[in-house]
Protein backbone atom coordinates (compact mmCIF):
# COMPACT_ATOMS: atom_id res chain seq x y z
CA UNK A 1 0.00 0.00 0.00
CA UNK A 2 1.04 3.51 0.08
CA UNK A 3 3.36 5.09 2.76
CA UNK A 4 3.53 9.18 3.08
CA UNK A 5 6.32 10.63 4.93
CA UNK A 6 6.32 14.41 6.05
CA UNK A 7 9.25 16.41 7.03
CA UNK A 8 9.61 18.58 9.50
CA UNK A 9 7.52 17.41 12.31
CA UNK A 10 8.14 20.65 13.94
CA UNK A 11 8.64 24.29 12.64
CA UNK A 12 9.45 27.01 13.86
CA UNK A 13 9.38 30.87 12.08
CA UNK A 14 9.38 34.02 12.45
CA UNK A 15 6.79 36.22 11.27
CA UNK A 16 6.55 37.33 7.79
CA UNK A 17 9.08 34.10 6.47
CA UNK A 18 8.20 31.60 4.41
CA UNK A 19 7.82 27.72 5.64
CA UNK A 20 7.72 24.88 3.55
CA UNK A 21 7.12 21.53 4.32
CA UNK A 22 7.59 18.17 2.41
CA UNK A 23 6.51 15.39 2.26
CA UNK A 24 7.34 11.72 -0.16
CA UNK A 25 4.80 9.05 -1.23
CA UNK A 26 5.85 5.51 -2.06
CA UNK A 27 3.13 4.47 -4.89
CA UNK A 28 3.49 5.98 -7.96
CA UNK A 29 -0.23 5.02 -9.05
CA UNK A 30 -1.54 8.01 -6.39
CA UNK A 31 -2.71 11.23 -8.67
CA UNK A 32 -4.10 13.71 -5.53
CA UNK A 33 -2.49 15.20 -3.13
CA UNK A 34 -4.49 17.55 -0.84
CA UNK A 35 -3.29 19.41 2.28
CA UNK A 36 -4.63 20.19 5.42
CA UNK A 37 -4.92 22.10 8.44
CA UNK A 38 -5.64 21.34 11.92
CA UNK A 39 -6.05 23.68 14.76
CA UNK A 40 -6.29 22.57 18.35
CA UNK A 41 -9.24 20.81 19.34
CA UNK A 42 -10.95 20.86 15.13
CA UNK A 43 -11.02 18.60 12.83
CA UNK A 44 -8.74 18.81 9.55
CA UNK A 45 -9.51 21.80 6.83
CA UNK A 46 -8.93 21.18 3.45
CA UNK A 47 -6.34 24.27 2.17
CA UNK A 48 -5.01 23.45 -1.02
CA UNK A 49 -4.96 20.33 -3.39
CA UNK A 50 -3.10 19.34 -6.29
CA UNK A 51 -3.70 16.63 -8.93
CA UNK A 52 -1.18 14.56 -11.15
CA UNK A 53 -1.87 16.50 -14.32
CA UNK A 54 -0.33 19.41 -12.65
CA UNK A 55 2.89 20.79 -11.07
CA UNK A 56 1.62 23.55 -9.25
CA UNK A 57 -1.05 24.91 -7.87
CA UNK A 58 -1.47 28.64 -5.70
CA UNK A 59 -3.54 30.40 -4.05
CA UNK A 60 -3.29 33.64 -2.49
CA UNK A 61 -0.26 32.68 0.22
CA UNK A 62 -0.04 29.15 -0.12
CA UNK A 63 1.26 27.26 -3.04
CA UNK A 64 1.48 23.42 -3.32
CA UNK A 65 4.31 21.94 -6.02
CA UNK A 66 4.74 18.12 -7.27
CA UNK A 67 6.78 16.26 -8.65
CA UNK A 68 5.34 13.23 -9.57
CA UNK A 69 9.23 11.54 -11.25
CA UNK A 70 10.77 12.08 -7.94
CA UNK A 71 7.55 10.76 -5.63
CA UNK A 72 7.39 14.41 -3.70
CA UNK A 73 5.09 17.19 -3.15
CA UNK A 74 5.52 20.17 -0.73
CA UNK A 75 3.82 22.84 0.67
CA UNK A 76 4.97 26.67 0.79
CA UNK A 77 3.74 28.98 2.66
CA UNK A 78 4.78 32.75 2.52
CA UNK A 79 4.56 35.49 4.55
CA UNK A 80 3.62 33.48 7.08
CA UNK A 81 1.46 35.02 10.37
CA UNK A 82 0.65 33.75 13.66
CA UNK A 83 -2.83 32.61 12.90
CA UNK A 84 -0.89 30.19 10.19
CA UNK A 85 0.54 28.40 13.49
CA UNK A 86 -1.08 24.51 13.53
CA UNK A 87 -0.51 21.00 12.79
CA UNK A 88 -0.47 20.51 8.62
CA UNK A 89 -0.96 16.92 7.21
CA UNK A 90 -0.27 15.80 3.96
CA UNK A 91 -2.18 13.09 2.23
CA UNK A 92 -2.14 10.53 -1.22
CA UNK A 93 -4.70 8.96 -2.61
CA UNK A 94 -4.74 6.72 -5.63
CA UNK A 95 -7.26 7.40 -8.31
CA UNK A 96 -11.27 5.77 -8.15
CA UNK A 97 -14.18 6.95 -6.29
CA UNK A 98 -14.16 6.09 -2.58
CA UNK A 99 -10.34 5.21 -2.00
CA UNK A 100 -8.37 5.75 1.24
CA UNK A 101 -6.71 8.51 2.12
CA UNK A 102 -3.19 8.02 2.96
CA UNK A 103 -1.67 10.51 5.21
CA UNK A 104 1.81 11.97 6.67
CA UNK A 105 2.77 11.87 10.18
CA UNK A 106 1.74 16.15 10.21
CA UNK A 107 3.96 19.31 10.96
CA UNK A 108 3.52 21.47 13.74
CA UNK A 109 4.11 24.88 12.14
CA UNK A 110 4.14 28.10 14.83
CA UNK A 111 4.44 31.31 13.59
CA UNK A 112 6.31 33.47 16.05
CA UNK A 113 5.26 37.21 15.98
CA UNK B 1 -15.14 23.89 0.72
CA UNK B 2 -17.75 21.29 1.43
CA UNK B 3 -19.11 20.97 5.17
CA UNK B 4 -19.38 17.85 7.08
CA UNK B 5 -21.13 18.12 9.96
CA UNK B 6 -19.93 16.00 13.18
CA UNK B 7 -22.28 15.81 16.24
CA UNK B 8 -21.10 16.05 19.51
CA UNK B 9 -18.48 18.19 19.51
CA UNK B 10 -17.95 16.76 23.06
CA UNK B 11 -19.43 14.13 25.13
CA UNK B 12 -18.36 13.37 28.63
CA UNK B 13 -20.04 9.78 29.70
CA UNK B 14 -19.87 7.23 32.60
CA UNK B 15 -17.77 4.16 32.25
CA UNK B 16 -20.17 1.29 30.59
CA UNK B 17 -22.77 3.41 28.81
CA UNK B 18 -22.83 4.06 24.91
CA UNK B 19 -21.86 7.03 22.99
CA UNK B 20 -23.12 7.68 19.37
CA UNK B 21 -21.43 10.15 17.48
CA UNK B 22 -22.84 11.52 13.60
CA UNK B 23 -21.33 12.73 10.95
CA UNK B 24 -23.28 13.85 8.02
CA UNK B 25 -22.00 15.29 4.48
CA UNK B 26 -24.50 18.58 4.28
CA UNK B 27 -23.55 20.07 0.58
CA UNK B 28 -22.61 16.92 -1.42
CA UNK B 29 -23.31 12.75 -1.28
CA UNK B 30 -20.63 11.03 0.26
CA UNK B 31 -19.58 8.28 -1.63
CA UNK B 32 -17.18 6.52 1.49
CA UNK B 33 -16.65 7.64 5.00
CA UNK B 34 -14.40 7.35 7.52
CA UNK B 35 -13.58 7.73 10.91
CA UNK B 36 -10.49 8.33 12.71
CA UNK B 37 -9.08 8.49 16.53
CA UNK B 38 -6.22 10.57 17.49
CA UNK B 39 -4.27 10.70 20.02
CA UNK B 40 -2.70 14.63 21.66
CA UNK B 41 0.21 15.48 19.44
CA UNK B 42 -0.51 12.36 16.78
CA UNK B 43 -1.86 11.65 13.67
CA UNK B 44 -4.92 10.84 12.31
CA UNK B 45 -5.51 6.58 13.10
CA UNK B 46 -8.05 6.05 10.35
CA UNK B 47 -10.25 2.97 12.35
CA UNK B 48 -12.24 2.09 9.57
CA UNK B 49 -14.03 3.15 5.83
CA UNK B 50 -18.11 2.68 5.49
CA UNK B 51 -19.80 2.71 2.50
CA UNK B 52 -23.06 3.28 1.86
CA UNK B 53 -25.93 0.46 2.94
CA UNK B 54 -22.48 -1.98 3.14
CA UNK B 55 -20.45 -3.03 6.52
CA UNK B 56 -18.17 -1.05 7.58
CA UNK B 57 -14.41 -1.97 7.00
CA UNK B 58 -12.55 -1.99 9.88
CA UNK B 59 -8.80 -1.74 10.25
CA UNK B 60 -5.99 -4.13 12.14
CA UNK B 61 -6.89 -4.07 16.10
CA UNK B 62 -10.09 -2.10 15.91
CA UNK B 63 -13.09 -4.10 17.69
CA UNK B 64 -16.02 -4.22 15.22
CA UNK B 65 -17.96 -5.21 18.21
CA UNK B 66 -17.13 -2.29 20.30
CA UNK B 67 -17.29 0.79 17.68
CA UNK B 68 -20.31 0.20 16.00
CA UNK B 69 -20.48 2.08 12.80
CA UNK B 70 -23.46 2.66 10.34
CA UNK B 71 -23.53 4.27 7.21
CA UNK B 72 -27.28 4.66 6.70
CA UNK B 73 -27.37 6.84 3.56
CA UNK B 74 -25.35 8.53 1.31
CA UNK B 75 -25.25 11.96 3.65
CA UNK B 76 -25.19 9.78 6.96
CA UNK B 77 -22.56 8.04 8.82
CA UNK B 78 -22.44 7.14 12.63
CA UNK B 79 -19.88 5.55 15.39
CA UNK B 80 -21.22 4.50 18.47
CA UNK B 81 -18.91 3.55 21.07
CA UNK B 82 -20.30 0.70 23.48
CA UNK B 83 -19.76 0.33 27.08
CA UNK B 84 -17.15 3.17 26.82
CA UNK B 85 -14.78 2.50 29.02
CA UNK B 86 -11.69 5.59 30.44
CA UNK B 87 -9.29 3.67 27.48
CA UNK B 88 -11.62 5.23 24.74
CA UNK B 89 -11.32 8.79 25.79
CA UNK B 90 -9.76 10.30 22.61
CA UNK B 91 -10.55 12.66 19.99
CA UNK B 92 -12.70 10.94 17.27
CA UNK B 93 -12.84 12.44 13.89
CA UNK B 94 -14.93 11.50 10.73
CA UNK B 95 -14.50 12.22 6.80
CA UNK B 96 -16.92 12.05 3.78
CA UNK B 97 -15.21 11.51 0.47
CA UNK B 98 -17.22 12.52 -2.53
CA UNK B 99 -17.79 14.38 -6.24
CA UNK B 100 -17.64 18.21 -5.14
CA UNK B 101 -17.41 20.30 -8.48
CA UNK B 102 -16.69 17.29 -10.68
CA UNK B 103 -13.75 16.24 -8.74
CA UNK B 104 -13.23 13.84 -5.67
CA UNK B 105 -12.81 15.52 -2.40
CA UNK B 106 -12.06 14.68 1.00
CA UNK B 107 -13.47 16.72 4.23
CA UNK B 108 -13.59 16.46 7.98
CA UNK B 109 -16.04 16.71 10.71
CA UNK B 110 -15.13 19.12 14.07
CA UNK B 111 -14.04 16.36 15.57
CA UNK B 112 -15.76 14.44 18.87
CA UNK B 113 -13.80 14.89 22.55
CA UNK B 114 -14.69 11.78 24.52
CA UNK B 115 -14.30 11.30 27.64
CA UNK B 116 -15.25 8.55 29.79
CA UNK B 117 -15.12 8.76 33.24
Known amino acids: GENVEQHPSTLSVQEGDSAVIKCTYS??????FPWYKQELGKGPQLIIDIRSNVGEKKDQRIAVTLNKTAKHFSLHITETQPEDSAVYFCAASPPGLGNQFYFGTGTSLTVIP | GAVVSQHPSRVICKSGTSVKIECRSL??????MFWYRQFPKQSLMLMATSNEGSKATYEQGVEKDKFLINHASLTLSTLTVTSAHPEDSSFYIC?????????????FGSGTQLSVL
Open chain 2, 95 to 107: SASGLTGGEEKLF
Open chain 2, 27 to 32: DFQATT
Open chain 1, 27 to 32: DSASNY
